[in-house]
């Protein structure tokens, strides 16, 4: 064999090699990213609700906001892309959550059946629960509310919930739950007195209190686990951001704390409500889509479980 025709060969082989190289390179990217699209499509569409309504998976919780903070942070999460926004009539902002609603709808951002609306109702009167939830429709000038809480166990819990039941067979109110009930024994305390099981129990999850073995319990009855401070709250989000294996997750997938804690619960089947007064920490909520945690990284959040929650309530 000449030198000319060996080197004519190899560079052959060469240019076969790069060429194959190349191919599996690009089916390799192929391939990840229809995992990646397959991901986001699973995690931006909405959870099927026992009662046959559909629910967002992240929204803007509006805690401590309030007057017209209120109304621009809703307006600027719906032109975000958020469409679930929770509240309760506690928090005293109804009406200026639904000022924001309101003003996004009349700008063409979202319809009011895009949009998923939770407040909250305590269970401090068994006389006027029914007269409470007139009072949130007017506040929030709807004719319906997707989803009504009762916002804590109380003496009247259980009138409060048949008040809520009532307001289902009325058409107020579309789908109905509760918050702070922890165990599968103070779960099935309404439950077994229910003539609609909760479509959804909305609690205190994060990742130093996970309670999985809630949320296994509640997929017996269709039930999902919505998390209220998924970041700890107010005064403890640095003891979860600061946490050595988050802010090395951050860095390997170049996300912020925030954004790895958000994603790995809606890997784990939660909805979270993560709230804000900040426009820039509202939209990087929300920008959770573009990754996914390996599920050797979801074992590692999983472990910072404590049982550990920062609430009493």
């Given at each position: 064999?000449?030198?000319?025709?060996?080197?004519?060969?190899?560079?052959?082989?060469?240019?076969?090699?790069?060429?194959?190289?190349?191919?599996?390179?690009?089916?390799?990217?192929?391939?990840?990213?229809?995992?990646?699209?397959?991901?986001?499509?699973?995690?931006?569409?909405?959870?099927?609700?026992?009662?046959?309504?559909?629910?967002?998976?992240?929204?803007?919780?509006?805690?401590?906001?309030?007057?017209?903070?209120?109304?621009?942070?809703?307006?600027?999460?719906?032109?975000?892309?958020?469409?679930?926004?929770?509240?309760?009539?506690?928090?005293?902002?109804?009406?200026?959550?639904?000022?924001?609603?309101?003003?996004?709808?009349?700008?063409?951002?979202?319809?009011?059946?895009?949009?998923?609306?939770?407040?909250?109702?305590?269970?401090?009167?068994?006389?006027?629960?029914?007269?409470?939830?007139?009072?949130?429709?007017?506040?929030?000038?709807?004719?319906?509310?997707?989803?009504?809480?009762?916002?804590?166990?109380?003496?009247?819990d259980e009138e409060t919930?048949?008040?809520?039941?009532?307001?289902?067979?009325?058409?107020?109110?579309?789908?109905?739950?509760?918050?702070?009930?922890?165990?599968?024994?103070?779960?099935?305390?309404?439950?077994?007195?229910?003539?609609?099981?909760?479509?959804?129990?909305?609690?205190?999850?994060?990742?130093?209190?996970?309670?999985?073995?809630?949320?296994?319990?509640?997929?017996?009855?269709?039930?999902?686990?919505?998390?209220?401070?998924?970041?700890?709250?107010?005064?403890?989000?640095?003891?979860?951001?600061?946490?050595?294996?988050?802010?090395?997750?951050?860095?390997?997938?170049?996300?912020?704390?925030?954004?790895?804690?958000?994603?790995?619960?809606?890997q784990e089947n939660y909805?979270?409500?993560?709230?804000?007064?900040?426009?820039?920490?509202?939209?990087?909520?929300?920008?959770?889509?573009?990754?996914?945690?390996?599920?050797?990284?979801?074992?590692?959040?999983?472990?910072?479980?404590?049982?550990?929650?920062?609430?009493?309530?």
């Amino acid at each position: 064999m000449t030198r000319r025709k060996f080197l004519s060969l190899m560079t052959c082989a060469l240019f076969a090699n790069i060429f194959s190289a190349c191919g599996a390179e690009n089916l390799s990217e192929k391939n990840s990213k229809e995992v990646h699209d397959m991901s986001k499509k699973i995690l931006t569409e909405p959870v099927a609700l026992n009662s046959g309504f559909d629910m967002p998976r992240i929204g803007l919780g509006t805690w401590k906001l309030t007057g017209i903070v209120a109304e621009e942070c809703v307006y600027h999460a719906l032109k975000v892309g958020y469409r679930l926004i929770d509240t309760a009539r506690y928090y005293r902002n109804e009406a200026n959550v639904g000022n924001g609603i309101r003003r996004a709808i009349a700008e063409g951002i979202a319809t009011r059946e895009e949009i998923f609306v939770t407040t909250k109702i305590l269970p401090d009167n068994h006389k006027t629960p029914d007269i409470a939830i007139d009072d949130s429709l007017n506040a929030f000038g709807f004719d319906y509310i997707d989803l009504m809480l009762i916002h804590q166990p109380g003496r009247w819990d259980e009138e409060t919930y048949h008040a809520l039941e009532r307001g289902v067979q009325a058409g107020k109110i579309r789908s109905i739950g509760i918050s702070n009930y922890y165990t599968p024994e103070h779960f099935d305390s309404i439950r077994n007195i229910a003539r609609i099981v909760p479509a959804v129990v909305q609690n205190e999850n994060h990742p130093f209190y996970q309670n999985r073995e809630l949320q296994a319990y509640l997929k017996n009855f269709g039930t999902v686990v919505e998390s209220w401070y998924p970041f700890g709250g107010r005064g403890n989000t640095h003891k979860i951001f600061g946490n050595e294996t988050i802010q090395q997750l951050a860095e390997k997938y170049f996300k912020t704390p925030a954004q790895i804690v958000l994603r790995w619960q809606l890997q784990e089947n939660y909805i979270v409500i993560p709230g804000s007064s900040n426009k820039a920490h509202i939209e990087e909520n929300f920008d959770v889509f573009d990754f996914r945690l390996s599920e050797n990284d979801m074992s590692l959040m999983r472990a910072l479980n404590k049982n550990k929650r920062f609430e009493n309530w």
